[in-house]
C-alpha cells in the first residue's frame, strides 16, 4: 500500500489541480485503517491477500462440486443401466432388440441402394433411419468407460488443486473434440498432442508437481481421454488404414513358408520353455488389438519384446542383442499374424503421450516393431538369401521348404511327428516329379507345334519357288471309222466279206 507521505504528495498534486480529495477515498475499502492501492480495487496489500484467498477458496469448493456431480450422474446412468428389467447385466430381450433393430438398419442401408431416385423423401428418411444408433448405444457411457472415469476420479482427487485443474482442463477438451468430428485424422492427432504438451506444461510450471507424479498424472489422462474417443478415431472410415491392414494380413499369409533359418533366427523351439516364450510372445502381440489406451497397446508389444529377449536368452545362454531381437520379432509377427495391424500403429503414433513413445523401452520395442512392419512388406528374395526361382515358386504356392528329416529328431518326439515328416517328405518329392513332367510335356507340345509350323513353311517356300503350271487338256483323237468330213479322202472302211467254199 501507499505510505502516509505518498499520500499527502498524492493530496498537494490534486491541490494544485483544484481537485479537492477525500481522506476517506483513500483508505482501505475494508475499513482496516491502512490506505488502499487503486491496483487492488481500494484494498490495501493485507486485506487484498484475505479478499484474493476466500475467492480462490470458493472457486475450488465449486470445482469440487462440480466434479462430484458429475461422479454421480455417471455412477447413475451406470446404474440405470445395468438395472434393465431387475437385472444386473443385458438380458435375453435386450439382447433379442439390439439384434432386430441391427437387422433392420442393414435391411435399410442395402434398400436404400434399390430405391427410385423420383423417391428423394423416402430416401432421406430410410438414410436417417439407418444411421440412427439402436436403444443399447443411448447410455452415456459404456461399463469399461465408466470404469475408467470412476478410476480417473478417484486418482485426481489425490492430487487436490491441480487433480480438479486436469479434470477442468480434460472436460474442456472432450467438448472440443466432440464438436471437431468432421476434421481430418491429423488435425485431431494434432489437437491430442498440443493437450498432452499443455496439460504437462501448466502441471510443471504452474502448479509445480514432480517429474514422476507428472508422467504419472499423463498416463491417466491419457487413458481417460483415449477410452472416451477410440470409437471415434480407431481406424477412421476417412483413411486407408483397413486398406493397409488388408494388405498387410495378406502379405503375411503369403509368407508362410518362411522358417526361422531362412531369417537368421536364434530360437530353437525344441526346448519346451523357449516354445512357451514364442506362444506368450505371439498372445501378447495378438493382445495388443483389444486394448483402447495406446499405453496398453504399448505394454502388450513391450510384454511381446522381454518374452523373446527370454527366448533368445535360453537358446543361446547368454544375453541377446539387437541383431538377434529384430529377426526374432519379425518370425513372431509372421507367425502371429496380428489383426488390424497397421491401424493400431497408426492410432499409437497418431495418439500416444509424446514423452512416452520418444523414450524409455516402450519407444524402442514400439520402434522396432515398425521396422519389421517394414520389412515384412519389403520382403523379397535376396532378404531371405533365395534364387528368385525359388522364392516365386514359395509365394505361388507352388512348392515349399523341405521338412526336417526324420533322422535330425530327437529321441522323445513321437512316431506320428515322424510319420508326418515323411510323408511331407514324400509329397514334396511327388509334387516336384509332377511339375518336373508337366514341364516335360510343355516342352514336347511346344516343339511338336514348332516342328509342324517349320514343315509348312518349307512347303510354302518351295511352291513359291517351283509354281505348279497345269496345262489344258488336248482335243481326243477321232476314230478312223468315224465320219469325219475333213478326211474324205480316205478309203472308206472295208466291209467284211462272205466265201462259199
Given amino acids: 500500500p501507499f505510505s502516509s507521505c505518498d499520500r499527502r504528495k498524492m493530496n498537494l498534486k490534486s491541490e494544485r489541480r483544484g481537485i479537492h480529495v477525500d481522506q476517506s477515498e483513500l483508505l482501505c475499502k475494508k475499513g482496516c485503517g491502512y490506505y488502499g492501492n487503486p491496483a487492488w480495487q481500494g484494498f490495501c496489500s493485507k486485506c487484498w491477500r484475505e479478499e484474493y484467498h476466500k475467492a480462490r477458496q470458493k472457486q475450488i469448493q465449486e470445482d469440487w462440486e ?53 423417391r428423394a423423401g423416402a430416401k432421406k428418411a430410410e438414410i436417417q433411419e439407418a444411421k440412427a444408433p439402436s436403444p443399447s448405444i443411448h447410455r452415456q457411457a459404456s461399463i469399461e468407460t465408466d470404469r475408467v472415469s470412476k478410476e480417473f476420479i478417484e ?62 498424472a499423463m498416463d491417466e489422462v491419457e487413458k481417460y481421454i483415449m477410452t472416451r474417443q477410440y470409437k471415434y478415431v480407431f481406424c477412421p472410415e476417412t ?65 511381446c519384446s522381454k518374452h523373446i529377449f527370454n527366448a533368445i536368452k535360453i537358446t543361446k545362454n547368454e544375453p541377446a542383442s539387437a541383431d538377434d531381437f529384430l529377426p526374432t520379432l519379425i518370425y513372431i509377427v509372421l507367425k502371429g499374424n496380428p489383426p488390424r495391424l497397421q491401424s493400431n500403429i497408426q492410432y499409437i503414433t497418431r495418439f500416444c503421450n509424446p514423452s512416452r513413445l520418444m523414450t524409455g523401452e516402450d519407444g524402442y520395442y514400439f520402434t522396432n516393431l515398425c521396422c519389421a512392419v517394414a520389412f515384412i512388406e519389403k520382403l523379397d528374395a535376396q532378404s531371405l538369401n533365395l534364387s528368385q526361382e525359388d522364392f516365386d515358386r514359395f509365394m505361388t504356392g507352388q512348392t515349399s521348404p523341405k521338412k526336417q528329416e526324420s533322422d535330425s529328431f530327437s529321441p522323445d518326439v513321437c512316431l506320428g511327428v515322424k510319420q508326418m515328416c515323411k510323408s511331407l517328405d514324400l509329397l514334396s518329392q511327388l509334387n516336384e516329379r509332377q511339375e518336373r513332367i508337366v514341364s516335360e510335356a510343355k516342352k514336347l507340345e511346344k516343339d511338336l507345334i514348332d516342328w509342324t509350323d517349320g514343315i509348312t513353311k518349307e512347303v510354302e517356300d518351295i511352291v513359291e519357288k517351283y509354281p505348279l503350271e497345269i496345262k489344258p487338256k488336248s482335243q481326243a483323237l477321232a476314230a478312223i471309222d468315224s465320219e469325219n468330213v475333213e478326211n474324205d479322202k480316205l478309203p472308206p472302211p472295208l466291209q467284211p466279206q462272205v466265201y462259199a467254199g
Fill in 239 to 303: 483413411t486407408d488404414d483397413e486398406k493397409k491392414d488388408l494388405a498387410v494380413q495378406k502379405r503375411i499369409r503369403a509368407l508362410h513358408w518362411v522358417t526361422p533359418q531362412m531369417l537368421c533366427v536364434p530360437v530353437s523351439e525344441e526346448i519346451p520353455e523357449v516354445s512357451d516364450m514364442v506362444v506368450k510372445a505371439i498372445t501378447d502381440i495378438i493382445e495388443m488389438d483389444s486394448k483402447r489406451v495406446p499405453r496398453d497397446k504399448l505394454a502388450c508389444i513391450t510384454k
Fill in 155 to 216: 486418482f485426481i482427487r489425490t492430487y487436490q488443486k491441480p487433480g480438479q485443474d486436469i479434470y477442468k482442463q480434460c472436460k474442456l477438451f472432450l467438448d472440443t473434440m466432440s464438436h471437431k468430428r468432421d476434421l481430418s485424422i491429423e488435425e485431431q492427432s494434432e489437437c491430442a498432442q498440443d493437450f498432452y504438451q499443455n496439460v504437462a506444461d501448466r502441471l510443471q510450471t504452474r502448479w509445480k508437481v514432480p517429474p514422476e507424479k507428472v508422467e504419472k
Fill in 66 to 118: 462440480l466434479a462430484e456431480r458429475l461422479q454421480r450422474e455417471e455412477e447413475e446412468a451406470y446404474a440405470s443401466s445395468q438395472s434393465t428389467q431387475g437385472a444386473q447385466s443385458l438380458t435375453f430381450s435386450k439382447f433379442e432388440e439390439k439384434k432386430t433393430n441391427e437387422k433392420t438398419r442393414k435391411v435399410t442401408t442395402v434398400k436404400k441402394f434399390f430405391t427410385a431416385s423420383s
